[in-house]
Structures are given as C-alpha cells and as structure tokens.
C-alpha cells in the first residue's frame, strides 16, 4: 500500500481513514495557522481519499469523504480468481463478478451490491435454443453451477437477508441438486427479504425440491422481515424440478415476468393431496405475475391460504396450458372481512386437465379479457367466492361448464361470448342458500 498527498486533486477514490504525520506534528509545536491537506491510499486498482482539516493549536477536525468517483471493478473468475466464491468474498458494493463459460462445482452466497455475470464475448449475447420453447442466451447454457457433487444441504444459491442493497444474477445455469439423505427440502435459489434481479438464467433438476424461492418470511414460515422482498425475476427457464418452479412465501412482492416454467411435479411418492405450481403464492405474497408460460407443470399458478392483504393479486398475460390439474387454482382462507382480491385478466388458459380458472373462499374475484378454452373440467369455476366481475371473456369448448358458480354472493357476468361447451354455458348452484 503507498501513500500520497496532494493539495487539490481529484482522483478516483473511495473512503477510508489517513493519518499525516507532517500535519500532526505541525499542531503539535502549537501552530496557530488553520491547515488543510487532502490525502489518497492506494491499494491494487482501489483508491480511497480522506480531507483532513486542523484548526489552531490542539484541535483536529478529521472529515473522511466517502464519494466515489472510479468505476466499479470487474472480478473475473478464473482469470483473477479461482473460484466464484473467493471473488464474491473479495468484491465490494458496485462491483460485478464476470465468470468465464464453464461448470463450477460450488454453493454460491452472494454479496449486498454486487453483481455475478456470465462473460458475454464470445458471441455469449446471442440467441440459441434452450430447452423449452424460448430462445436463451448463448452464456446462459455455457456458465453452469452444478450442484451435483456437494453433500451438505444447502441452497445452490443464497442472498444476504435484510437488504436493500443492489445485486443481479444474469446467464447462468443452476442444477442438479440431489435428494438429501435428512429429507430437507430446498431450493435452488434463495431469496429472503431482499430486492435482487434475478434475469437470463435457467434452473432444473432440483431433485430436493423446487427452482426459486422468494419471501419476506411471516405466517407459516417464521417470523416476517423488516424488509420486503421484491424481486425482479425475469426472462428465466425453469422447468424439471421436484417442487414448484417459482415459489412467494408469505410477503413476497416479487415482480415474475417473461419466464417459461414447465414440468415442475412433486415426485409420486410425494403426492398427498399436494400439487406442484408452476407458480405458487401463499398466504400474504402478492407477486405481480405478468407474460409467462406455464405448462405441464402439475398447476400453472396456484394459490395456497391467500390472506388478507391491501394489494390484489394480479395475473396477467400469461399463457397456461398443459397442466395435470387446474390452470389457475386460488384457495383463500374464506375468514370473515378478509381482503383477498384476485385479478386475473388477459390471459390464455387451455387443455388443462381440470378447470382453466378456480377459486375458492376469497373475497373478490375479477377475471377479464382471457380466452378459456378446452379445459378438462369448467373453463371458470368459482367457490364459496363473495363478489366477482366475469367480463368480456371468451370461454368455449370446456368439457362442462363454461362457468360454474357455488355460492357466489354477487356476481357480475357480462359481455362474455360463451359456446360449444360440454354441459352449460352457465350453472348456477347453490343460489337457494342467498
């Protein structure tokens, strides 16, 4: 490390603390002039600068300046370093862990403020076929984390809690978590009250249990976190997985959009009564869910114990289809003045093997401007719901009921072109009770 004041400079520079030993001495032989001098430490590419004013005999007034001025450092792995690891362990706020194509056998915990990105020369930018039906980046499939070989349970991939911090995660592959002998079931990735991006990567073959989780913890899963966690996952694969592919426990607002999520089942010997969601909410989550494509998954979006909460539930624009049970299947907990809202417009819900849309004991239910089509069961089938608004829908070709209402309290049903359904267009049960 070396040392070197100037009088007026302006260099790169990050804080941290300097000691002069000419100004010291000077206030110390009792100088009755005001002195100011300026210093930088350099250390490797960083720089740091501290202002240190003295005022007449005695009295020191240190002013420690903690502006950045230089860019942030890129990290290579394994140019400069061996492994991620060891470069997120030596990377500070701003800085970005570049990791070259290859696989990397290791458990990663990322950093407040830093960012991990695939290399993207080598053509890494460019469109290829990924498995499912989008397009991936070529870096997505050559930058692999694999966690195949690591014995001890763990998320492949972890963010520090309690943040708000900047991070980013963009164009890698996270698999191969195996089934761990203790019976703990994990996630590929990690998510608890923090606000990453989480963009252009592919998560599979979790045998453990599902692909991404994101909470801000409370209810059923501890204590709720100060900060919320609001994500932005986007433009992901995940498909595969023993569990669901993108999980929001309890005060999750995460924002998941663009991504394809597909064969995601809890294995047979799993099954009680429990079905693996593409996309799943529980409890006080109110993710925006915009443009994905759920199929094949055992639900498309599933809703488990929705509660009360200011902020509807909103699904949008999705395409659903393919999947062992419902499209769409919201359960509340149906509790006396609870607030559980669902808004669900524009969507394509198709050829799933039972209602395209179902919801059970919430307060509101709003579904508009989505084609429902072809389902094995009703296209939308409302339970025990207190008011809902079925607007301007196209809903044909279901194997019975275009729309089946149960004991819905107040409905509003217009503006829907209903046709070429299997039993009704429109059954109504349970209306005697009212």
Same mark, same amino acid.
């Given at each position: ?32 002039? !005001? ?32 502006? %950045?001025?230089?860019?942030?450092? &890129? ?20 800085? !970005? ?27 890494? &930018? ?37 943040? !708000? ?167 509340? %907990? ?52 207190? %008011? ?47």
């Amino acid at each position: 490390m070396k040392i070197q004041t100037y009088s007026a400079v302006r260099v790169p520079c990050k804080g941290l603390l300097c000691y002069i030993p000419g100004i010291m001495n000077d206030v110390a032989a009792g100088s009755d002039k !005001t002195i100011s001098s300026m210093s930088f430490i350099e250390s490797g590419n960083r720089f740091y600068k501290m202002i240190l004013c003295a005022f007449s005999p005695g009295l020191i007034l240190l002013i420690l300046l903690f502006s %950045t001025i230089a860019e942030s450092a &890129d990290l290579f792995v394994p140019d400069d370093y061996q492994d991620i690891s060891e470069a997120l362990e030596m990377a500070e706020p701003g800085d !970005t862990v570049v990791v070259m194509p290859g696989v990397y056998r290791e458990r990663i915990k990322m950093k407040a403020g830093v960012s991990l990105v695939s290399f993207k020369g080598d053509g890494g &930018d460019e469109l290829v076929d990924g498995p499912g039906l989008k397009k991936v980046l070529r870096r997505t499939l050559r930058t692999i984390i694999d966690g195949s070989q690591i014995e001890e349970p763990g998320y492949l991939i972890s963010f520090p809690s309690e943040t !708000t911090e900047p991070m980013k995660v963009d164009g890698f592959t996270f698999q191969n978590m195996p089934k761990y002998r203790s019976g703990v079931r994990l996630f590929l990735m990690e998510i608890r009250g923090c606000s990453p991006s989480v963009v252009n990567n592919i998560f599979r073959g979790n045998k453990s249990w599902g692909g991404i989780l994101a909470s801000g913890l409370g209810i059923g899963m501890g204590a709720e976190l100060h900060t919320k966690a609001k994500p932005e996952i986007l433009n992901n694969i995940i498909y595969g997985n023993s569990g669901p592919g993108i999980a929001n426990g309890s005060n999750s607002a995460a924002l998941i959009a663009h991504n394809e999520i597909f064969q995601n089942r809890f294995p047979p010997s799993d099954q009680k009564n429990i079905f693996a969601p593409g996309i799943g909410i529980r409890e006080k989550a109110r993710p925006v869910i915009h443009d994905n494509i759920c199929y094949q998954n055992e639900v498309g979006i599933g809703a488990l114990n929705l509660d009360n909460h200011k902020k509807p539930l909103k699904i949008t624009q999705n395409r659903i289809y393919g999947n062992m049970m419902a499209g769409i299947n919201i359960r509340g %907990t149906g509790s006396p003045g609870k607030n559980t809202r669902v808004f669900i417009e524009f969507n394509q819900i198709f050829n799933n093997r039972q209602a395209g849309i179902r919801c059970i004991k919430t307060s509101e239910v709003i579904a508009r401007f989505n084609a429902v089509f072809q389902n094995r069961k009703a296209g939308i089938s409302l339970w025990d719901v207190g %008011t809902a608004a079925i607007e301007d829908n196209e809903i044909y070709g279901n194997f019975t009921s275009g729309i089946r209402l149960l004991d819905v309290a107040h409905v509003y049903v217009r503006r829907n072109h209903i046709f070429k359904n299997v039993t009704t267009g429109i059954d109504f049960i349970g209306w005697e009770k009212r």
